[in-house]
């Protein structure tokens, strides 16, 4: 994996999935959809051949091997995500007001969270869909960083201020995170 003067990772390219590099966007395409992402390193290079993406860097320093581990581990994420997608559940926890959640456009609304008379609101990023079945919200979609960012919107709304975090825990939290989609 590393020799002298260059790393190098190597990420797999599984049946049923396209990859296309241009500049520096890679485009992966698969059963549950498309993703493209930008990746761009001036010392950085991406290429591809049949079954195998190769990112590498040429005299690294630190800095540079991080960002070659970075960029495979992205395109790894990609790869996952367009063929079994990437799945989080939460629990609605309440004891003092009972908490309606719903999704509705690209906002997800939280009201009478503590028996306020303004919902709280988060925002649903890109392409994650949202489904609320009594005391669980699932959340799921193809892009990793998507989900986990609308997970914590989500439980970030939830936040209590100016009561005792002890007594009043009610909210909405994140019970398993990154679990695959079942086919």
Known sequence: MTTTGLIEENVGIPEGVKVELSDSTVTVSGPIGKLSRS???PKVSIS???????????????KEKAIVGTF??????MIEGVTNGFEYKMKVVYSHFPIKAYAKGDKFIVENFLGERTPRKSSIMRDTKIAVKGNEVVLSGADLEAVAQTAANIERSTIIKGYDSRVFQDGIYIVEKAGRMKK
Do not use: G
């Open 72 to 77: 495979a581990a992205h395109i790894r994420n």
């Open 39 to 41: 990746l761009y390193h």
């Open 48 to 62: 591809k051949t049949d079954s195998v993406i190769i990112v590498r860097c040429e005299l690294p320093r630190v």
